[in-house]
C-alpha cells in the first residue's frame, strides 16, 4: 500500500452537491482517491453512494463541486466520457450483453482486425491472455450468460482494464457471489491494487470492508460522515456511523421516551410468553439467499428485525409472505403447518406486507388512492364479489385520516403523492385487510420525520389491539424504540434474539458489527 | 451424468441449438419427399426452391436482422408491393431508365425504413406498431398510385425474368442469384464486421450495449432502413418474377418471412440466432410447398396450418429452452 | 435514495370543469368523431338525413352503426387484452373460423314445404351459433394458455394462430366460398329489431355486459392493477395468470361474435378474406379511444368510439368520392400520430421546442 503522504490523489472529489426536486441527494461530498488503494464507501440505502458513483461516471451532473482527475477538472456527460477519460466502473448488474461470447463483450467496440474484417482468433488470444491475469481461465467463445455472475464481472473487470482505466469502481460487485466467488473476486482485486490501480469499492457488507479496504469513507443521508482508515476503526463504530443515532437526533428523540417506557411496560407483560405463538418458522430458508432460519411471531406481538442491507431481512420477510418459495423448512400459522404456493396464501391466512420498493412492488401509480388502498381487500374477496362504492369510500377516507394522509381526494391517483403519502396508501391497503400478522418492510424509509412518528405511532398502535407486526427498519433507533423482541440478522443468517429491555443500542450494534468466521 | 450427456445438454441449451435443428428438419422433409415422390430430389426442383422463394429470402434476410436486433418489421410485404407499382409505374408510364428506377425504389425502401427507425428509437414507440402503421401506408401509398395491375414490359425486366443461368443441368434465375449474393453480403456484415455485431449487442441488452459505448441510434435506424432495403429490393426481384406492380402483391408475405426467420432458428425476442438461418426457414417452407404440390390431393392451405404448427413448435420449444437455462 | 423520477406523472386533477372536460381521457377521440360528423355535414349531401323506410330507420349513420359493429366488438375484445398489455394478432382468423363453422353448419338446403321451396339448416341454427361461439372461445384459450401459462410473448403467441387459423379455415370449408341459405342467419347481419338494424342490440348487449363485469365485479380493477404493475398485483394476491387467460378468450369470444355477424352480412363465409385485417383496426381502434399500448388503464367507450371514427372515415371518404385508398394512408398517418402523442420523448421535444420558440419570439419583442 502507497504512503498516502508522498502521492497526490488520482482522483479528487470536492464538496459535490446534487439534488433532485425537493431531495437533496448529495451535500458537500468529498473524497480523494489515491492510485494503488482500495477505498471502500459505505452506507445504508438512501445514503447517497450510487448518486455519487452515477455523478463520477457520467450518468448525472452535480449541481456543485468539483471532480478532479490527476489534477485536472473533468465534467463527463456520459458513461462513455467518463470511460475514455479513464473512469471504468463494474456494475452489480454487471451490464454486459449476455448472448455475446466472452470475447466479444470483452472486445466489442474495438475490435482487433485483419483485412478489412473483424480478427477473431486474435480477439480470442487476447480476451485468453487478459483473463488469465485475472486467472480466469475459461472458453472465451462460450456466450457470457453461460457462465455465472462472478465469471461475468470478471469479464467486465477485464473490459474495464483494457482501456487503460486510472480509476476503477465496483458498484456492489458481491450481493450475488458466494464465498468462494468473493475471495477470488478480492484476490483479483489485490493484485490490482499492487498493480498501482485506484479502485473505489462500494458496498454494504461488513465483512468484507474490513477484508479489502485500505480506507473507509462513510457516507449519511447525502453526507459524507468520515473518511477513516480501515485499520483505525472498529466494526462497532463503522456500524455507529452507519445507522446509529447522531448526537443531534438522538437529543431530539428524547420526548418520545415516554412512549417507550410504556412499551416497556407492556412489553414486560407479553415477554412472560403467555401470548399464543401466530406464526412460527422451523429451518425456513432459500438457497442462495437465505439459511434456514427458525422464527416464532406471537400474536400481538411487535417484532423487530434488526441488520444492515443484504442481512437477509427482505428475504426473510418475503418467503414468509409466499413472495418467494422457500428451497426447504416449515411454516406454521396457529400451529397448523401451510403452504405457501404464492402471496395468495399467505393473505388467505392473514398476512400482509409491505414491500420495501414501494414503486416497483406496490404502488399502482395510475390508478387512485381508493383504488391502491382496496387491492388486498378485493383480492381476498374474489372477481365476483366487488366491494360497493360506498364501502370503499367511507374505508378510504377513514384511513385518509387515519393516518393522515396528504391527498387532494380520495380519487387523485396515487402517482401524484408525495413519497410518505405513497407509503401510508400502501399501509392502508393492507390495514383495510385487517390482517392477524403485518410485515412492514423499511415502512418509513426516504420519509419525513413527521411522517415517520405518525406512521410508527399507528403501528405501535395497532400492537396493542392485537395484530402481530414483522418490522424491518435499517434505522436501529426506530427498531429499538417499537418493539417487543428484536432478532438481528447477520450475512442471511439469524444472529440472535432479545427482548426488549435486554438491548441497548451499542449492544445491538456489537450483535451486528461482531465479525463472521470468515473474514 | 456422463461428459457426452453433459455436453449433449449444455448444446441443447444453447440458443443456437434451434438453428442446428432447422437444418435437420431441412434434410428431414427432403428426405421424405425423395422417398415418397419421384423426381422430387432433382436437381432443378430443388434450384426452384431457389428460384421461386427468392423474393422471400431477400425479405427474410433484412428481417433477420430487424428480428435479432429485438424489433420487428411488418411493413415489409407492403412496401414489396409499393416497389413493384412504382417500378412499374416509372418504367412503363414514364419510360424511365430502368436502371434509374430501380435505383430510385432501392433508396426509397431504404428512406422509409430509416424513417420508422428513427420514430422507433427516439420517441421510444414499439416497433410492432409503427411498422403497422407503415404497413397501410405503403399498402395505400401503392393503390393510390394505381389500383390494377401494370403489366411490365420493358426488356431489361423481361430479360431478368426470363434468363436462365446454367447451373450444372440445371438452371438459376437472376433473381436468385441476387437473393444468394445479399444472403452472402449479410452474412459477412453480421459476422465480420462491428455494425453486424452491434445489431447482436442491441438485440442481447441494449441498455447495456449503449454503455458499452455503442453507437445504438445509429444502428437501429440502419437496421430498419436496411430492412426497408431489403423490402425494396425483393420487390424488384418480385417485379422480375411477376412482371407486374400490383398492390394485391405479397399480401401476408411479412408473416411468411417471420415465420422463415423464426424457423431458422432466431429467437423473436432478439440477440440470438444466425443470418444464414433466413435461408434454412425459408427453404423449409418453400419445401413445404413443393411437397403438397408433389402430392396433389393437398390442399395448398396446408402449407398455413404446416408453418403455424412449426413456429408453435419453434417458439415453444425456445420458450422452454430459455425456462430450463434459467434454473 | 428517493427517486423522484416517477414512470407514469400522473397530473393532479385541474380546478374548473372546462380544464377538466378538456383534460378527459375521452375528450380527443370524441372530438376527433364530432370533427368527422362535421365534415360529413357539410360535404355529403342528406348524410344526416333519417327516414323511416320498410318499417325501419334508414340513413347513412344507421349504415354506419351498422357496419362498424363487428369492428366495436373485435375492439371492445381487443381493449381487454391491450390493457394487460397484451396484443392479439388472430382476431381476423378467429373471425374466419367462426363464420366458416357458423357457415358450414347452417348452409342450407332447399326443400319443399307445403310446396314452397324453402331453405332449411342443415343443423339447428342455435347448435350451429353455439359450435362457431365453441370454436372462437376454444381459439382464446389456446392464445390464453401459449401467454399466460407458457408465458410466450403475446405477439409470438398470436401470430401462431394468426397464421394456421385461416389455414384451418380454409381447411373445413376446403378453399371454398361456403353460401348460406338459411334466411333467419341473415338476421343476425342485416335484421331489424323495433326499427334498428339487430347487429346494433347484439353490439350494445355485449357493450352493457362488458362493462357491467368491468364495473359491478372487480375484474376492472385486476385487469387495470395487472397492465399498471404485474409484480404489485401478484404481491398483492393477484391470479395474474389467470386474468390474463381470461382476457384472451374474451377477446377471441367477441372476435367469433364479429365472424357471425360478418358472414350473416355477406351470407357467406370466405375463409381467405374474411376478418382480414380487421385486427389492425382493432388495434387501431383501441388506441384512437385513448388506451396506451403499453398497458393499464382501459376505456371502453374510447373503443367504441375509436371504432365509429375509422368507420366513419371510411364512410366519408368513400361519400366524397375519393379512391378508398385513401383510407389506409390516413389511416396510418391517424396511427402515428396518436403513437407520437402518448410518447413521452415527443413530448418533450415538442414541448423544448415550443419554448425555444416562445424564447425567440421573447426576444424579438
Redesign the interface.
Known amino acids: 500500500m502507497t504512503s498516502l503522504t508522498s502521492v497526490a490523489p488520482v482522483l479528487q472529489l470536492r464538496g459535490i452537491s446534487k439534488a433532485f426536486t425537493g431531495v437533496q441527494a448529495l451535500n458537500g461530498v468529498s473524497l480523494n482517491l489515491y492510485p494503488g488503494e482500495v477505498h471502500t464507501l459505505m452506507g445504508q440505502n438512501g445514503a447517497g453512494k450510487s448518486t455519487l458513483i452515477k455523478v463520477l461516471t457520467g450518468v448525472h451532473m452535480p449541481d456543485k463541486g468539483q471532480i478532479l482527475l490527476e489534477g485536472r477538472a473533468i465534467r463527463p456527460a456520459s458513461t462513455l466520457a467518463a470511460q475514455n477519460l479513464g473512469i471504468s466502473t463494474v456494475y452489480q448488474e454487471v451490464n454486459l450483453c449476455p448472448n455475446l461470447s466472452v470475447a466479444e463483450n470483452i472486445f466489442i467496440g474495438r475490435y482487433p482486425h485483419k483485412a478489412g474484417r473483424i480478427d477473431w482468433r486474435c480477439m480470442s488470444q487476447q480476451a485468453s491472455t487478459l483473463l488469465a491475469r485475472l486467472q480466469v481461465d475459461i472458453d472465451v467463445e462460450r456466450p457470457l450468460a453461460s457462465y455465472p455472475l462472478a465469471v461475468q464481472q470478471m469479464v467486465a473487470i477485464s473490459r474495464a482494464l483494457l482501456g487503460s482505466a486510472k480509476v476503477l469502481i465496483l458498484d456492489e460487485p458481491t450481493s450475488s457471489l458466494d464465498d468462494k466467488e468473493v475471495e477470488l473476486l478480492f484476490s483479483v482485486l489485490r493484485d490490482l491494487r499492487q498493480q498501482g490501480m485506484a479502485i473505489l469499492f462500494v458496498t454494504h457488507f461488513l465483512d468484507q470492508t474490513y477484508a479489502i479496504s485500505d480506507r473507509i469513507t462513510v457516507m449519511r443521508n447525502g453526507e459524507r460522515e468520515g473518511e477513516y482508515a480501515c485499520s483505525e476503526l472498529s466494526r462497532v463504530d463503522l456500524v455507529n456511523k452507519m445507522v446509529g443515532v447522531p448526537a443531534a437526533a438522538a437529543a431530539a428523540a428524547q420526548p418520545t421516551a415516554d412512549v417507550a417506557n410504556d412499551t416497556v411496560v407492556a412489553a414486560g407483560a407479553k415477554a412472560d410468553g403467555r401470548l399464543p405463538i401466530f406464526l412460527r418458522t422451523l429451518g425456513l430458508g432459500r438457497h442462495g439467499s437465505l439459511a434456514p432460519v427458525d422464527l416464532e411471531v406471537r400474536k400481538g406481538e411487535l417484532l423487530g428485525l434488526a441488520g444492515l442491507l443484504g442481512s437477509g431481512r427482505t428475504e426473510l420477510a418475503r418467503l414468509l409472505f409466499g413472495a418467494d418459495k422457500a428451497d426447504g423448512g416449515k411454516i406454521a400459522i396457529h400451529g397448523v403447518e401451510r403452504q405457501f404456493a404464492g402471496p395468495r396464501d399467505a393473505i388467505a391466512v392473514g398476512i400482509g406486507f409491505c414491500s420495501e420498493d414501494r414503486k416497483h412492488e406496490g404502488a399502482v401509480l395510475d390508478l387512485s388512492v381508493r383504488e391502491n388502498m382496496m387491492l388486498a381487500l378485493q383480492t381476498r374477496m374474489g372477481i365476483l364479489r366487488a366491494i360497493p362504492l360506498k364501502r370503499q369510500q367511507q374505508l378510504a377516507q377513514h384511513y385518509v385520516q387515519a393516518l393522515g394522509i396528504k391527498t387532494a381526494s380520495i380519487e387523485t391517483p396515487v402517482g401524484a403523492l408525495s413519497g410518505g403519502n405513497q407509503q401510508k396508501v400502501l399501509l392502508a391497503r393492507w390495514l383495510v385487510t385487517e390482517p392477524e400478522m403485518l410485515i412492514l418492510d423499511e415502512p418509513t424509509r426516504g420519509i419525513d420525520v413527521r411522517a415517520k412518528q405518525e406512521i410508527m405511532d399507528y403501528v405501535a398502535n395497532l400492537c396493542r389491539k392485537g395484530m402481530s407486526i414483522l418490522f424491518i427498519s435499517s434505522e436501529l433507533s426506530e427498531v429499538l424504540r417499537v418493539s417487543d423482541r428484536i432478532v438481528v440478522m447477520r450475512d442471511r443468517k439469524t444472529a440472535g434474539e432479545y427482548p426488549r429491555n435486554a438491548l441497548d443500542e451499542s449492544s445491538v450494534l456489537q450483535v451486528i458489527a461482531a465479525g463472521a468466521s470468515h473474514a | 451424468m456422463s461428459s457426452l450427456a453433459l455436453r449433449a445438454r449444455a448444446s441443447m441449451a444453447s440458443p443456437y441449438f434451434t438453428s442446428l435443428a432447422t437444418v435437420a428438419l431441412l434434410a428431414l422433409l427432403l428426405g421424405a419427399g425423395g422417398a415418397a415422390y419421384p423426381g422430387f430430389l432433382s436437381l432443378q426442383v430443388l434450384l426452384n426452391l431457389l428460384i421461386d422463394n427468392a423474393f422471400l429470402l431477400v425479405i427474410a434476410v433484412g428481417m433477420s436482422f430487424v428480428i435479432i436486433s429485438g424489433g420487428i418489421d411488418l411493413s415489409v410485404g407492403s412496401v414489396l408491393a409499393l416497389t413493384t407499382m412504382m417500378a412499374a409505374w416509372m418504367v412503363q408510364v414514364w419510360h424511365w431508365p430502368p436502371l434509374l428506377a430501380i435505383a430510385i425504389v432501392l433508396s426509397v425502401g431504404a428512406g422509409f425504413g430509416a424513417l420508422m427507425g428513427a420514430m422507433i428509437h427516439y420517441f421510444k414507440l414499439q416497433p410492432f406498431i409503427v411498422t403497422l402503421a407503415g404497413m397501410f401506408l405503403a399498402r395505400g401509398l401503392c393503390y393510390l398510385i394505381s389500383i390494377n395491375s401494370i403489366t411490365i414490359d420493358q426488356p431489361l425486366f423481361v430479360s431478368m425474368s426470363q434468363t436462365q443461368l446454367p447451373v450444372l443441368d440445371g438452371y438459376l434465375s437472376p433473381s436468385a442469384l441476387i437473393a444468394l449474393l445479399t444472403l452472402a453480403g449479410a452474412i459477412y456484415v453480421a459476422h465480420c464486421t462491428p455494425f453486424g455485431r452491434a445489431i447482436y449487442a442491441v438485440g442481447g441488452n441494449q441498455q447495456s450495449a449503449q454503455m458499452m459505448g455503442l453507437r445504438v441510434a445509429r444502428t437501429k435506424v440502419l437496421i430498419y432502413a436496411f430492412s426497408g432495403f431489403c423490402a425494396a429490393l425483393s420487390g424488384v426481384l418480385f417485379s422480375f418474377y411477376m412482371l407486374s406492380g400490383y398492390g394485391l402483391h405479397a399480401q401476408g408475405t411479412e408473416l411468411d418471412a417471420i415465420a422463415a426467420v423464426v424457423i431458422g432458428g432466431t429467437l423473436l425476442s432478439g440477440g440470438y440466432g444466425y443470418v444464414a438461418g433466413a435461408l434454412s426457414g425459408v427453404l423449409v417452407l418453400g419445401t413445404i410447398q413443393t411437397l403438397i404440390a408433389f402430392d396433389g390431393t393437398l390442399s395448398s392451405w396446408w402449407t398455413k396450418i404446416v408453418i403455424g404448427v412449426l413456429l408453435f413448435v419453434f417458439c415453444v420449444v425456445q420458450r422452454a429452452l430459455a425456462l430450463g437455462a434459467r434454473r | 435514495?428517493?427517486?423522484?423520477t416517477?414512470?407514469?406523472?400522473?397530473?393532479?386533477?385541474k380546478t374548473g370543469s372546462l380544464t377538466m372536460f378538456l383534460h378527459h381521457p375521452l375528450f380527443r377521440p370524441v372530438a376527433a368523431l364530432v370533427l368527422l360528423l362535421v365534415l360529413d355535414l357539410l360535404l355529403v349531401p342528406g348524410f344526416f338525413h333519417l327516414e323511416i323506410k320498410d318499417g325501419h330507420l334508414y340513413g347513412s349513420l344507421i349504415d354506419i352503426l351498422n357496419r362498424a359493429a363487428p369492428l366495436i366488438l373485435a375492439a371492445l375484445g381487443m381493449t381487454l387484452v391491450i390493457a394487460t398489455r397484451g396484443?392479439d394478432i388472430s382476431v381476423g382468423a378467429v373471425v374466419a373460423i367462426s363464420a366458416t363453422v357458423a357457415s358450414m353448419l347452417i348452409g342450407g338446403t332447399m326443400v319443399l314445404q307445403d310446396g314452397v321451396p324453402t331453405y332449411v339448416a342443415n343443423t339447428p341454427m342455435v347448435w350451429a351459433l353455439c359450435a362457431a361461439m365453441g370454436a372462437a372461445l376454444l381459439c382464446g384459450a389456446w392464445n390464453g394458455v401459449?401467454v399466460a401459462g407458457?408465458?410466450?410473448?403475446p405477439?409470438?403467441?398470436t401470430?401462431?394462430?394468426?397464421?394456421?387459423?385461416?389455414?384451418?379455415a380454409?381447411?373445413f370449408t376446403?378453399?371454398q366460398i361456403v353460401t348460406v341459405y338459411y334466411q333467419p342467419y341473415f338476421f343476425l347481419g342485416s335484421g331489424y329489431l323495433f326499427g334498428l338494424p339487430f347487429s346494433l342490440y347484439l353490439v350494445g348487449g355485449v357493450f352493457a355486459l362488458t362493462a357491467l363485469l368491468m364495473?359491478?365485479?372487480?375484474?376492472g380493477?385486476?385487469i387495470?392493477?395487472v397492465g399498471?404493475?404485474p409484480?404489485?398485483?401478484?404481491?398483492?394476491?393477484?391470479?395474474t395468470a389467470l386474468l390474463i387467460f381470461f382476457v384472451y378468450v374474451f377477446c377471441s369470444a367477441c372476435a367469433g361474435l364479429s365472424g357471425l355477424i360478418i358472414s350473416a352480412n355477406i351470407k357467406s363465409a370466405d375463409?381467405n378474406n374474411a376478418g382480414l385485417l380487421l385486427e389492425?383496426d382493432a388495434?387501431l381502434a383501441v388506441?384512437l379511444g385513448g388506451t396506451s399500448?403499453a398497458g393499464?388503464?382501459f376505456s371502453l367507450v374510447g373503443s367504441v368510439v375509436g371504432a365509429l371514427i375509422i368507420q366513419t372515415l371510411t364512410y366519408t371518404i368513400y361519400s366524397l368520392g375519393l379512391?378508398p385508398?385513401?383510407?389506409?394512408?390516413?389511416?396510418?398517418?391517424v396511427?402515428?400520430l396518436v403513437?407520437?402523442s402518448q410518447?413521452?420523448?415527443?413530448k418533450n421535444?415538442w414541448r423544448a421546442l415550443r419554448t425555444r420558440a416562445n424564447a425567440n419570439k421573447g426576444e424579438a419583442a
Do not use: Y
Open positions: 435514495m428517493p427517486s423522484l416517477l414512470q407514469r406523472p400522473a397530473a393532479a386533477p396484443i401459449l407458457l408465458g410466450l410473448q405477439i409470438v403467441a401470430l401462431i394462430l394468426m397464421v394456421a387459423g385461416r389455414g384451418l380454409q381447411l376446403d378453399g364495473r359491478k365485479t372487480a375484474l380493477l385486476f387495470q392493477t399498471i404493475n409484480v404489485a398485483a401478484r404481491l398483492a394476491g393477484l391470479r375463409a389492425l388495434i388506441t399500448l393499464g388503464k379512391p385508398e385513401i383510407n389506409m394512408v390516413v389511416k396510418s398517418v396511427v402515428f403513437c407520437l410518447s413521452a420523448e415527443f421535444m
